[in-house]
Protein backbone atom coordinates (compact mmCIF):
# COMPACT_ATOMS: atom_id res chain seq x y z
CA UNK A 1 0.00 0.00 0.00
CA UNK A 2 1.55 3.61 -1.37
CA UNK A 3 1.97 6.67 1.79
CA UNK A 4 -1.21 8.33 -0.53
CA UNK A 5 -3.55 5.67 -0.02
CA UNK A 6 -2.38 5.09 3.31
CA UNK A 7 -2.96 8.83 4.27
CA UNK A 8 -6.12 9.07 2.01
CA UNK A 9 -7.80 6.11 4.08
CA UNK A 10 -6.66 7.72 7.48
CA UNK A 11 -8.33 10.85 7.11
CA UNK A 12 -11.63 8.95 5.81
CA UNK A 13 -11.63 7.27 9.05
CA UNK A 14 -11.13 10.59 10.54
CA UNK A 15 -14.33 12.48 8.86
CA UNK A 16 -16.43 9.23 9.76
CA UNK A 17 -15.17 9.75 13.40
CA UNK A 18 -15.84 12.79 13.55
CA UNK A 19 -18.78 12.18 12.03
CA UNK A 20 -20.00 9.45 14.34
CA UNK A 21 -18.87 11.42 17.23
CA UNK A 22 -20.63 14.47 16.57
CA UNK A 23 -24.45 12.18 16.08
CA UNK A 24 -23.67 10.18 19.16
CA UNK A 25 -23.38 13.52 20.84
CA UNK A 26 -26.79 14.77 19.69
CA UNK A 27 -28.35 11.28 20.50
CA UNK A 28 -30.12 11.11 23.71
CA UNK A 29 -30.42 7.52 25.80
CA UNK A 30 -33.72 7.03 28.28
CA UNK A 31 -32.88 4.91 31.46
CA UNK A 32 -34.74 3.66 33.98
CA UNK A 33 -35.05 1.97 37.02
CA UNK A 34 -37.41 0.77 39.64
CA UNK A 35 -40.26 -0.45 37.27
CA UNK A 36 -40.47 3.13 35.18
CA UNK A 37 -40.18 4.87 39.12
CA UNK A 38 -36.94 6.88 37.72
CA UNK A 39 -36.05 7.72 34.44
CA UNK A 40 -32.58 8.91 33.28
CA UNK A 41 -31.65 10.74 30.34
CA UNK A 42 -28.17 11.52 29.11
CA UNK A 43 -26.38 12.50 25.90
CA UNK A 44 -24.26 10.36 23.76
CA UNK A 45 -21.33 12.23 25.54
CA UNK A 46 -22.13 11.20 29.24
CA UNK A 47 -24.19 14.48 29.81
CA UNK A 48 -26.87 14.13 32.48
CA UNK A 49 -29.35 16.23 30.81
CA UNK A 50 -32.67 14.81 32.24
CA UNK A 51 -33.99 13.13 35.54
CA UNK A 52 -37.96 12.31 36.13
CA UNK A 53 -38.43 11.16 39.31
CA UNK A 54 -42.11 10.16 39.72
CA UNK A 55 -43.73 11.21 43.57
CA UNK A 56 -44.51 7.41 44.62
CA UNK A 57 -40.73 6.82 44.51
CA UNK A 58 -40.43 8.80 46.68
CA UNK A 59 -40.49 7.55 50.23
CA UNK A 60 -38.97 9.94 53.00
CA UNK A 61 -38.18 6.76 55.75
CA UNK A 62 -35.72 5.17 52.43
CA UNK A 63 -33.82 8.34 50.75
CA UNK A 64 -31.18 5.87 50.34
CA UNK A 65 -33.16 3.85 48.59
CA UNK A 66 -34.49 6.75 46.54
CA UNK A 67 -30.74 7.52 45.73
CA UNK A 68 -30.09 3.98 44.80
CA UNK A 69 -32.75 3.90 42.28
CA UNK A 70 -32.11 7.08 40.74
CA UNK A 71 -27.89 5.95 40.47
CA UNK A 72 -29.42 2.49 38.74
CA UNK A 73 -31.91 4.81 36.04
CA UNK A 74 -28.91 7.06 35.20
CA UNK A 75 -26.59 3.69 35.05
CA UNK A 76 -29.03 2.23 32.15
CA UNK A 77 -29.11 5.09 30.38
CA UNK A 78 -24.93 5.31 30.08
CA UNK A 79 -25.19 1.68 29.35
CA UNK A 80 -27.46 2.36 25.87
CA UNK A 81 -25.35 5.17 25.32
CA UNK A 82 -22.17 3.49 25.79
CA UNK A 83 -23.54 0.09 23.54
CA UNK A 84 -25.09 2.39 21.04
CA UNK A 85 -21.07 3.83 20.97
CA UNK A 86 -19.67 0.78 20.08
CA UNK A 87 -22.02 -0.22 17.12
CA UNK A 88 -22.09 3.20 15.57
CA UNK A 89 -18.27 3.70 15.77
CA UNK A 90 -16.09 3.08 12.60
CA UNK A 91 -14.35 -0.12 12.85
CA UNK A 92 -10.80 0.89 13.21
CA UNK A 93 -9.59 -2.25 12.47
CA UNK A 94 -10.18 -2.21 8.74
CA UNK A 95 -6.88 0.05 8.49
CA UNK A 96 -5.16 -2.97 9.16
CA UNK A 97 -2.91 -1.63 12.17
Same mark, same amino acid.
Not at 43 to 64: C, H, N, Q, T
Given at each position: ? @??? #? ?6 ? *?? #? ?6 ? @????? +??? $? =?? $? %? !??? +??? *?? %? =? $? ?14 ? @??? $? ?6 ? #? *???? =? ?8 ? *????? !? =?? %??
Amino acid at each position: M @DMN #ALLQQAQQ *VQ #AQLQQAQK @DLEAT +EFK $G =SA $G %G !GLV +EAT *VK %G =S $GELVGLVIKPEAIDPE @DLE $GLADVVLA #A *VRDA =SAQATSHAQT *VMPNL !G =SL %GL
